[in-house]
T-cell receptor, first 117, second 112 residues
């Protein structure tokens, strides 16, 4: 079974600075999806960025980018020019492409990011 | 706008009562899911459904029940058998083979 690990339970960053959140995963599959979700105090889960494993190019969405290292099974999220609104819980998630819908999403335990003014 | 609607957002229950959380989606997604989240914790899968009239238990199904009579709807009943039901409940949906989970805004259940 796949597992997702986020080794940083909490992190903090100064406003306007850059921060990197770590995520590693364990899988024997070659094709899959990886995601970063943001959960602000409202608790709605918001998709930040997604990465298809077959794509070598790292995904980017405005101030958010990932460093996808397939061989190392690492998927870190970089937030540039951090804003107060970035303060949230961030979850790394893995989606298997095997034919088993319910179990094919695996979430990490989350990293709580604080942004200091 | 396409999305997932959960209701109610807040619900209070007395011990021994069953309650039902509603989840409706208009994304035309085949798969739907229920997750439970406890304070400061990650997501745990309660039930999921791939197609109408079919659903499977997740990791923590005891004390919960679901139905999937329509593609758009996947209600969750928290029964009196659930010993610690106070939690935040998230409904989600996805396409069959690719892409991400889409989430509703969640329902907060508190047992009095």
């Amino acid at each position: 079974a796949q597992t997702v690990t986020q080794s940083q339970p909490e992190m903090s960053v100064q406003e306007a600075e850059t921060v990197t959140l770590s995520c590693t995963y364990d899988t024997s599959e070659s094709d899959y999806y990886l995601f970063w979700y943001k959960q602000p105090p409202s608790r709605q889960m918001i998709l930040v960025i997604r990465q298809e494993a077959y794509k070598q190019q790292n995904a980017t969405e405005n101030r958010f980018s990932v460093n996808f290292q397939k061989a190392a099974k690492s998927f870190s999220l970089k937030i540039s020019d951090s804003q107060l609104g970035d303060a949230a819980m961030y979850f790394c998630a893995y989606r298997s492409l095997t034919y088993n819908y319910g179990q094919n999403f695996v979430f990490g335990p989350g990293t709580r990011l604080s942004v200091l003014p | 706008d396409g999305g997932i609607t959960q209701s109610p957002k807040y619900l209070f229950r007395k011990e021994g009562q069953n309650v039902t959380l509603s989840c409706e989606q208009n994304l035309n997604h085949d798969a739907m899911y229920w997750y439970r989240q406890d304070p400061g914790q990650g997501l745990r899968l309660i039930y999921y459904s791939q197609i109408v009239n079919d659903f499977q238990k997740g990791d923590i199904a005891e004390g919960y029940s679901v139905s999937r009579e329509k593609k758009e709807s996947f209600p969750l009943t928290v029964t009196s058998a659930q010993k610690n039901p106070t939690a935040f409940y998230l409904c989600a949906s996805s396409t069959a083979y690719t892409g991400e989970l889409f989430f509703g805004e969640g329902s907060r259940l508190t047992v009095l």
